[in-house]
């Protein structure tokens, strides 16, 4: 928050709608205003995303995505592909709780 106004958000999920049902949590809906991209916001957002799945007791957290080249930049492995329920593909990454 800033100035009483959203800048940037996330959410960690049970399930994300694909074919990996086994994976479980997942972080999706990462969102950061355009005005305050390129400030370090979303890489403290997934940061901190790590550290509330690990505080669960989670071991990973995973998430889908069509970016290319911005989650591998936090140490983010690509692991595959899943399929949503159109039957359609996307980029499957996860990354380890442990800090």
Request: glycine share 14%.
């Amino acid at each position: 928050m800033e100035d009483g106004q959203i800048i940037g958000t996330y959410a960690i999920l049970r399930n994300d709608i694909n074919s990996r049902q086994d994976l479980c949590p997942w972080l999706a809906c990462l969102y950061v205003a355009e005005g305050h991209r390129g400030k370090g916001i979303g890489a403290k957002l997934l940061e901190h995303g790590l550290e509330v799945a690990a505080e669960k007791g989670y071991d990973n957290l995973y998430l889908t995505t069509d970016l290319e080249n911005y989650y591998e930049r936090y140490g983010w492995k690509n692991s595959g592909i899943v399929y949503g329920p159109d039957g359609g593909s996307i980029k499957l990454y996860e990354k380890s709780t442990a800090q």
